[in-house]
């Protein structure tokens, strides 16, 4: 599913709920919530058609973290000329996608996707 439209219908969702109506996805692969994945969680390598990336105009450092929360610890950073590529993404509780990657320096962790190439990773978890 399309994010911007996954994006959407979480939208729609809440919607519906505010409105006391039933809604339910259609199948479990629409749905685009999932709960927050514990901190340390890792994710193989399920994306390996997707190339390598790098940050050629980005002008800082993204930050990698051990979880899909910005409460798990920081593990890394991708910097400017890194190259990292992606393994795969999952939705957190909140509907935002955030991509498991490795870096060229043997980082591994996850990014929330909106500050990634391409969204991230194309495949999900």
Avoid: K
């Avoid at 790098?54 to 051990?66: A, C, S």
């Amino acid at each position: 599913m399309n994010r911007a439209l996954a994006a959407l219908s979480v939208s729609a969702l809440a919607v519906t709920c505010a409105l006391g109506l039933s809604a339910a996805p259609a199948s479990a692969s629409q749905a685009t919530t999932e709960p927050n994945l514990p901190c340390g969680t890792t994710e193989p390598d399920l994306d390996d058609v997707t190339p390598t990336y790098q940050f050629l105009d980005y002008p800082g450092v993204i930050n990698i973290r051990t979880g899909t929360t910005s409460e798990c610890s920081i593990v890394g950073q991708i910097d400017r000329l890194e190259a990292f590529n992606y393994n795969c993404f999952v939705w957190d509780a909140i509907g935002r996608s955030w991509t498991y990657l490795h870096t060229s320096g043997n980082e591994h962790g996850w990014v929330l996707d909106s500050s990634l190439p391409d969204n991230g990773s194309p495949v999900h978890c």
